[in-house]
């Protein structure tokens, strides 16, 4: 509890106490020959004690024009039965409101919780190293590109960056809900936000703290609040016209009976405040969005960032998942596991590995780095002699031409050749082929093969028996290169040889054949995978080897990579809207019940304080279950 709460709670335990006392004296007949007026005072102080802020709320509000709120709904109900003298009854209403608001914000900050824990792997400081040595302390935002920080054990992480000296173990629970430490050495990549074990490590920054991990996911988790789901939405509607109604409704039950000589006024106004506490529509209000806020919550405890209540809820109807191939399904660390030089090239192996780093010089993607790791493990050099290239250029799903030795070097898949006119024997290897030709002759192909990720043929059986029906993988690798990935994972389909705009189209298409209400989801993690991210219904984005675009068009964001977190986000998201559903259904069904019996005059006040504070306490417990993990 807050030191709000822990006041508010001491409030409740004294008027509680008091309201007891009452309550025994006014059922035992002790309180029948006092005066009127002690009566009143009696259980006015209490009802002060207890209501003074309500009343007081209800004040400013109304001098702002908010009229129909809780607030001036209990401070009308109440006053209405001190009008009555149903005095005992007042103070209940008023006492066990408070108890219910109470139980309210606890229950709100709990389901936070979990999402406010990741609000704490924000760094307080950075110890930047300076040129003479001595060590600064500053503040994240001041770390530059390029600074060399001391991370002492058990310090934050303030900045994305690589280890340049130390050995240490990196707690990145906070971030990926791993409770393993990864292991950090020279050369590592460590992402700010974890925490640093025992050792003492120095890294140099490669991101600014703006750009850095840590400040884009509390920049998502402050902005996850505002997205709300379709569900939250549709209560805040109904809270605004409910209100009102049921409001203009208790003003009619309690003017027009006694009118037409139907009933007393006592009678009237009675019933009227039990129409005023009813009419609150507090269950409503905060079960919802806590039941939401409960199954973010849930998720952010595994390591899963959805970015609002709105994509949880899509989330839950998911039936199809595409998949982007390359580091999402596999590890994106490709290897070099063929060299087949043409019988007619005329050159070595060693050669054909050279040309191949040539043209891949100037890229960053994978297969391009592992053939340059393949080219530095063979020749012994750092880098291919960079003096003897020009007019590099990059050709979107075909490969790269550029000027080498005087003359053109193409590097690329069995498109760029044919468009070039070049005659080349198709290689039947299963990875993906990188073929070369140099003056306009076929030298030979380079095969780089990528390794399946662990655990993902197991996590697409899960997704199944979460209610995943199709699962499909899209790639521009070459069909067989596809076809072997897709065999050894038992993904449902697989559609191969496509250019980035490919994947928007086919997954435009696939929008189009979904049924109502069901979702498609799309897996990715690259820079290419942006537009396609944001088109699906769900963009769900590697968040620990994704880049920077892919995360931000993403609606969830798998902190560690892992696709088998997929299935258990599904679930949650099912179980969520199943939880918000009940409270929906059961708030408005009992509402609705004790409305009627109180126009009639067959029920009293202290069902109508169930129907709002009871109803609001199951509720809030029913959606405190959206926190729990189901396995």
Same mark, same amino acid.
Request: hydrophobic share 45%; charged share 25%; with cysteine.
């Given at each position: 509890?807050?030191?709000?709460q822990?006041?508010?709670?001491?409030?409740?335990?004294?008027?509680?106490?008091?309201?007891?006392?009452?309550?025994?004296?006014?059922?035992?007949?002790?309180l029948d020959?006092?005066?009127?007026?002690?009566?009143?005072?009696?259980?006015?102080?209490?009802?002060?004690?207890?209501?003074?802020?309500?009343?007081?709320?209800?004040?400013?509000?109304?001098?702002?024009?908010?009229?129909?709120?809780?607030?001036?709904?209990?401070?009308?109900?109440?006053?209405?039965?001190?009008?009555?003298?149903?005095?005992?009854?007042?103070?209940?209403?008023?006492?066990?409101?408070?108890?219910?608001?109470?139980?309210?914000?606890?229950?709100?900050?709990?389901s936070?919780?979990?999402?406010?824990?990741?609000?704490?792997?924000?760094?307080?400081?950075?110890?930047?190293?300076?040129?003479?040595?001595?060590?600064?302390?500053?503040?994240?935002?001041?770390?530059?590109?390029?600074?060399?920080?001391?991370?002492?054990?058990?310090?934050?992480?303030?900045?994305?960056?690589?280890?340049?000296?130390?050995?240490?173990?990196?707690?990145?629970?906070?971030?990926?809900?791993?409770s393993?430490?990864?292991?950090a050495?020279?050369?590592?990549?460590?992402?700010?936000?974890?925490?640093?074990?025992?050792?003492?490590?120095?890294i140099?920054?490669?991101?600014?703290?703006?750009?850095?991990?840590v400040?884009?996911?509390?920049?998502?988790?402050?902005?996850?609040?505002?997205?709300k789901?379709?569900?939250e939405?549709?209560?805040?509607?109904?809270?605004?016209y409910?209100?009102?109604?049921?409001?203009?409704?208790a003003?009619?039950?309690a003017?027009?009976?006694?009118?037409?000589?139907?009933?007393?006024?006592?009678?009237?106004?009675?019933?009227?405040?039990?129409?005023?506490?009813?009419?609150?529509?507090c269950?409503?209000?905060?079960?919802?969005?806590?039941g939401?806020?409960?199954?973010?919550?849930?998720?952010?405890?595994?390591?899963?960032?959805?970015?609002?209540?709105?994509?949880?809820?899509?989330?839950?109807?998911?039936?199809?998942?595409?998949?982007d191939?390359?580091g999402?399904?596999?590890?994106?660390?490709?290897a070099?596991?063929?060299?087949?030089?043409?019988?007619?090239?005329?050159?070595?192996?060693?050669?054909?590995?050279?040309?191949?780093?040539?043209?891949?010089?100037?890229?960053?993607?994978p297969?391009?780095?592992?053939?340059?790791?393949?080219?530095?493990?063979?020749?012994g050099?750092?880098?291919?002699?960079?003096?003897?290239?020009?007019?590099?250029?990059?050709?979107?799903?075909?490969?790269?031409?550029?000027?080498?030795?005087?003359?053109?070097?193409?590097?690329?898949?069995?498109?760029?050749?044919?468009?070039?006119?070049?005659?080349?024997?198709?290689?039947?290897?299963?990875?993906?082929?990188?073929y070369?030709?140099?003056?306009?002759?076929?030298?030979?192909?380079?095969?780089?093969?990528?390794?399946?990720?662990?655990?993902?043929?197991?996590?697409?059986?899960?997704?199944?028996s979460?209610?995943?029906?199709?699962?499909?993988?899209?790639?521009?690798?070459?069909?067989?290169? #596809? &076809?072997? !990935?897709?065999?050894?994972?038992? /993904?449902?389909? =697989? $559609?191969?040889?496509?250019?980035?705009?490919?994947? +928007?189209?086919?997954?435009?298409?696939?929008?189009?054949?979904?049924?109502?209400?069901?979702?498609?989801?799309?897996?990715?993690?690259?820079?290419?995978?942006?537009?396609?991210l944001?088109?699906?219904?769900?963009?769900?984005?590697?968040?620990?080897?994704?880049?920077?675009?892919?995360?931000?068009?993403?609606?969830i964001?798998?902190m560690d990579?892992?696709?088998?977190?997929?299935?258990?986000?599904?679930?949650?998201?099912?179980?969520?809207?199943?939880?918000?559903?009940?409270?929906?259904?059961? #708030? &408005?069904? !009992?509402?609705?019940?004790i409305? /009627?019996?109180? =126009? $009639?005059?067959?029920?009293?006040?202290?069902?109508? +304080?169930f129907?709002?504070?009871?109803?609001?306490?199951?509720?809030?417990?029913?959606?405190?279950?959206?926190?729990?993990?189901?396995?």
């Open positions: 509890m807050t030191k709000k822990k006041k508010m709670r001491n409030r409740i335990l004294v008027v509680l106490s008091v309201f007891f006392v009452l309550l025994i004296l006014e059922k035992t007949g002790m020959n006092v005066p009127l007026l002690l009566k009143i005072i009696i259980f006015l102080i209490p009802y002060i004690a207890i209501g003074y802020d309500v009343i007081k709320k209800a004040a400013i509000n109304i001098r702002h024009g908010q009229v129909f709120d809780e607030n001036f709904l209990m401070m009308i109900a109440t006053f209405g039965a001190f009008g009555i003298g149903e005095y005992l009854e007042a103070l209940a209403v008023m006492l066990f409101y408070q108890i219910g608001e109470l139980f309210q914000g606890v229950a709100v900050g709990k936070r919780q979990a999402i406010t824990d990741m609000m704490s792997i924000a760094p307080e400081y950075a110890n930047i190293i300076g040129e003479d040595g001595q060590v600064r302390e500053a503040d994240p935002e001041d770390v530059s590109v390029g600074d060399i920080l001391l991370i002492r054990a058990g310090e934050k992480i303030p900045v994305d960056g690589v280890v340049v000296e130390g050995e240490s173990f990196i707690d990145t629970a906070a971030l990926t809900g791993e393993v430490p990864r292991r050495s020279e050369g590592s990549e460590v992402i700010s936000g974890c925490l640093n074990g025992e050792g003492v490590l120095k140099r920054a490669t991101k600014a703290y703006e750009d850095s991990t400040a884009k996911i509390l920049e998502l988790v402050e902005n996850a609040s505002d997205k789901s379709r569900m939405n549709f209560i805040t509607r109904f809270a605004r409910y209100t009102p109604v049921v409001t203009i409704g003003v009619l039950l003017l027009l009976p006694p009118l037409f000589g139907q009933l007393s006024f006592a009678d009237s106004i009675k019933r009227a405040c039990i129409f005023l506490i009813v009419s609150c529509p269950a409503l209000v905060i079960s919802v969005p806590l939401f806020f409960g199954g973010i919550g849930a998720s952010s405890k595994i390591g899963v960032l959805v970015k609002g209540s709105n994509f949880l809820e899509a989330a839950a109807g998911i039936t199809r998942i595409v998949f191939k390359t999402t399904l596999t590890k994106g660390e490709f070099v596991t063929e060299v087949n030089v043409d019988t007619g090239a005329g050159i070595s192996e060693n050669e054909l590995v050279t040309m191949a780093a040539a043209g891949e010089a100037s890229s960053n993607h297969i391009a780095l592992s053939i340059m790791n393949h080219y530095k493990k063979v020749s050099d750092t880098d291919v002699d960079r003096s003897l290239l020009s007019d590099a250029k990059e050709i979107a799903g075909h490969g790269i031409s550029v000027n080498y030795k005087g003359k053109e070097l193409l590097v690329g898949n069995q498109k760029l050749l044919n468009e070039n006119k070049i005659s080349f024997t198709e290689s039947d290897s299963a990875g993906t082929v990188v070369v030709a140099y003056d306009g002759k076929y030298m030979g192909c380079v095969v780089i093969s990528d390794i399946i990720k662990d655990g993902v043929k197991d996590a697409l059986k899960a997704m199944k979460a209610g995943v029906k199709k699962t499909v993988m899209l790639t521009g690798d070459r069909q067989k290169a #596809a &076809l072997y !990935v897709a065999n050894e994972i038992g /993904i449902d389909d =697989a $559609l191969y040889e496509l250019l980035p705009a490919d994947k +928007v189209d086919r997954v435009e298409k696939m929008l189009l054949e979904g049924d109502n209400g069901s979702k498609l989801a799309f897996v990715g993690d690259g820079i290419n995978d942006a537009p396609v944001m088109r699906a219904d769900v963009g769900i984005a590697m968040g620990s080897l994704g880049s920077d675009a892919a995360i931000e068009a993403a609606d964001v798998i990579d892992d696709i088998s977190k997929i299935p258990t986000v599904i679930r949650i998201a099912r179980k969520t809207l199943r939880i918000v559903k009940e409270n929906i259904t059961f #708030a &408005l069904v !009992v509402k609705a019940a409305l /009627i019996l109180g =126009a $009639l005059g067959l029920t009293t006040m202290w069902l109508a +304080v129907g709002d504070v009871g109803v609001a306490v199951i509720a809030i417990l029913n959606s405190m279950r959206a926190l729990k993990i189901d396995k």
